[in-house]
């Protein structure tokens, strides 16, 4: 087992770094006190993979992505994607928050994926906009709703109208900050399958954050573990289980369990 | 859900319709009773007849519509300008401490202690006229759509950020929708006060030539001891308070901010 592991690791480094962190460090100060966040964050993000970042509420993973994400400032360190130094959001790394009300309401669900594409000029027409549009729609199942508000959509259509947004711009990497995280489990698992199909059939590579465990096992190619003692990432878990997965199935306890042994779940042992 | 917000305002209607009513038949009571002299408390019949005759004349439309003229003028400038205002001061810290300041300072001020000053300014012509209701407008304007812009989830400025919009489209197409329910308070707030803001100065002012507003209309009655006829004014006033609230300003609402699900 142990030299499997090691195999496979050494399969991971063979794959392009898309996003390469060295030394982030991310620091709030409260009048006395300098609260590390992060702190000297090393991290290669492959290009293709579900990276997870898992960890206890509290622990950066939130500020982390935001990092990558471009949208707050860094005390030290550098991120780079694709040799270029992050500085500011970009459509080619699109964030989806936990938050259902990311789409903007005065829009329908089709208006909220075309504004975007008209910003960015994506299609030549708003007929060609309105086309992209309807595609990811589809590809997030969201076909017969595009006249809707979100206001009219439930909690899980409009995390589905948020990533239709989102993959309809191309970006190459996808930033999810739990986005799931708010929806019930049965919803949470149709999502986790939908994301998964999507992941196939774009190729995007995905950060994605959460504190579940098991989403994070049933996800991702790699599960990134933070601590809230750290400042940092513990430990990067290779997660090369065979997809379609399944809870339960076999080597999914051994993942989970080695997980499980690095969350500090019992501190006082 | 629709079906409920139907028969809701169906219900509303209902409801004022009868409490207009009552109150018109206690009033004709009250005039019929001879309690007060015709001459201070007049029946329905005479006011409805010297709205009448000033419709006739042509008189009450006349002023209405100079009126009307006057207090859109004033209230798209100040709408305008407060959009404007916010906007710089929404991305300016300098500027929004500079406005947030003159707001403090010009919002508690009436527009009515101000009208000595702007005669010596501007004289007592219809820009004198304008002047007060935009000052009047434009501070409860510009408090309530600066309140909106800070009271915006910062999600959709980031999404807005992450998608590439620069700075006006931030403005243009999330800060101002999003801020919708503050600018329509805005907006509402701002036409009451345009409306105490035009009559005042119209009374003060008197009349240009034949033209001198409602204001000036209900104040000349005054002159001839003509009851009737400034109640007949003081009903256009009313009528047209009601017709902009519930049909200007509730449909608006109803097609944009009720219809997304944001109030």
């Given amino acids: 087992m142990g030299n499997d592991l090691k195999q496979q690791e050494e399969n991971l480094i063979d794959r392009t770094v898309i996003i390469c962190l060295k030394s982030v460090s991310k620091y709030y100060r409260r009048s006395q006190e300098t609260l590390r966040v992060l702190d000297h964050i090393d991290l290669d993000i492959y290009q293709g993979e579900i990276l997870a970042l898992l960890g206890p509420s509290g622990c950066g993973k939130t500020t982390l992505l935001r990092q990558i994400a471009g949208f707050d400032h860094r005390e030290s360190g550098s991120l780079l994607m694709d040799g270029h130094e992050v500085v500011q959001p970009e459509v080619k790394r699109i964030m989806i928050f936990q938050d259902f009300n990311q789409l903007f309401p005065w829009k329908t669900v089709i208006q909220n994926v075309v504004y975007p594409l008209q910003v960015n000029r994506v299609g030549e027409s708003d007929t060609a906009n309105r086309e992209i549009a309807l595609e990811y729609l589809k590809l997030v199942e969201l076909t017969g709703f595009e006249d809707s508000y979100p206001h009219q959509l439930s909690g899980g259509m409009k995390q589905k109208a948020a990533m239709a947004r989102a993959l309809a711009l191309k970006p190459k990497v996808l930033l999810m900050d739990e986005p799931f995280g708010s929806l019930d489990a049965l919803t949470r698992i149709a999502l986790q399958n939908l994301l998964l199909k999507v992941w196939q059939e774009t190729g995007v590579t995905i950060i994605f954050v959460t504190h579940d465990i098991q989403e994070a096992v049933i996800l991702s190619d790699r599960i990134a573990v933070m601590g809230r003692e750290t400042a940092g990432i513990k430990k990067v878990i290779p997660n090369l289980l065979d997809r379609p997965r399944v809870v339960g199935e076999a080597g999914y306890s051994e993942i989970y369990g080695h997980v499980y042994s690095l969350m500090d779940i019992n501190p006082t042992k | ?263």
Wanted: no cysteine; charged share 10%; net charge positive.
């Fill in chain 2, 1 to 263: 859900m629709k079906m409920t917000n139907k028969t809701s305002s169906y219900q509303k209607i209902k409801t004022r319709l009868f409490w207009v009513i009552v109150i018109l038949v206690l009033w004709e009571i009250v005039a019929q009773s001879g309690i007060f002299p015709a001459a201070i408390f007049p029946s329905l019949l005479v006011i409805a007849r010297a709205l009448e005759n000033s419709i006739v004349s042509g008189e009450i439309l006349l002023q209405t519509a100079f009126s009307l003229a006057l207090i859109l003028q004033g209230f798209l400038i100040s709408l305008l300008a407060a959009i404007l205002v916010s906007s710089l001061a929404a991305g300016n810290k300098m500027f929004n401490g500079l406005v947030d300041t003159l707001a403090a300072i010009a919002h508690p001020l009436p527009g009515i202690a101000l009208l000595p000053l702007i005669i010596v300014w501007f004289g007592t012509g219809t820009t004198s006229i304008l002047v007060i209701i935009v000052h009047s407008v434009i501070w409860p304007m510009i408090l309530n759509i600066m309140t909106g812009f800070k009271a915006i989830s910062p999600i959709y400025k980031e999404a807005g950020l992450n998608f590439g919009l620069n700075r006006f489209q931030i403005i243009k197409d999330i800060l101002i929708p999003a801020s919708l329910p503050y600018v329509l308070s805005g907006i509402r707030i701002g036409w009451a006060r345009a409306w105490r803001a035009l009559i005042s100065a119209e009374m003060i002012f008197g009349a240009v030539g034949l033209k001198g507003g409602l204001g000036w209309y209900i104040f000349k009655q005054r002159v001839f001891m003509d009851t009737p006829g400034m109640f007949a004014g003081i009903f256009v006033i009313v009528l047209i308070g009601i017709i902009v609230e519930d049909y200007v300003f509730a449909a608006f609402e109803e097609r944009t901010v009720k219809k997304w699900g944001m109030i």
